[in-house]
């Protein structure tokens, strides 16, 4: 019977250690924290002398791709299917179908153990560890190293800090605590070089997707007297489903260095189906994106949020927008 509440770390200690073989994801177009926090939990699991795989419904953006263990991450594919575990692990997603059809790789409806920070998830697993003040999901992986008494390594930490620095936005998001400072003090007594890492992750585009970036930023629009920015990436423009996950936080932290600008949104078209479009929502603070995607039946925190909806991109851009002109009256 899955409980519908979250419970807190104990309950998910004792998870880890009844469990053996783990089945470790996260969601669709991963970013640094889901990445940091998979890649730090599976070293976490294997210290504890237990198996772990990794697979994702999306391949590791270019701008990670310097962590250690990425390229253990399978990619979902007909082969996955035989992939042995006794237990599910989803990380850093509020819902589970966004981890695209990983999910449905628990064919047997085996234990599901669901860690994350976003404050639209539901409790979707058997046991929930949901904390939704905390920075990021890979703050609470560090959490759980110190719980269990397990040593970090140079891999793990550089995992953890990339995935805290880019969920807090470089630590300037109010989601930063005192808390996460403490953290990363620790983490960076492993010897994690900071500018590389801000480097690698948000100063390492390719010259192709920098010319495609000033195409989309040239077409931005705006919105409600100039308080909302709006882009678009439909398919015409956009050949391959890599550039579309690495463009987008690009795209949105753009928007929201603009003066005057409250919420940023996303649309980007799917590759794959005609009808699905992707939306992603950026708040400086006094919009709750969140409430917005979540009447879209998407979620996830007060400054940042998504959903996906089906229809034309030029139907959803109307409807969204209205929405959120309903959140600034």
Known sequence: MRSRSSMGINEICASLKKYNNFLITVHTSPE???????????????????????????????????????????????SSKNIDFDCLAVLDCADLKRTGDVYKLNKDKLPVINIDHHISNRNFGDVNWVQPYASSC???????????????????????????????????????SSFTFKVVAELLKFGINVTQVYRNTYENIPVSDARLLLKLMSKVEFFCQGKVVGFQIKKDLVKSKKSFIDLADLLLNFGRSIKGVEVVVLFKENLGNNCEVRVNLRSQGNVDVNKVASFFGGGGHKPAAGCTLNGKIETIVKKVIAKIQESLT
């Open 32 to 78: 640094g924290d889901a990445l940091g926090s998979q890649l730090a939990f599976r070293s976490l699991i294997k210290k504890m002398g237990k198996q772990a795989t990794m697979v994702n419904e999306d391949k590791v953006p270019y701008g990670y791709d310097f962590l250690p263990g990425c390229k253990s991450i399978r990619l979902l594919n007909k």
């Open 138 to 176: 890979s703050e609470m992986v560090y959490r759980l190293f110190k719980k269990l008494h397990l040593p970090l390594d140079y891999d793990s930490a550089l995992a953890l800090y990339t995935g805290i620095m880019t969920d807090t936005g470089s630590f300037h998001y109010s989601n930063t």
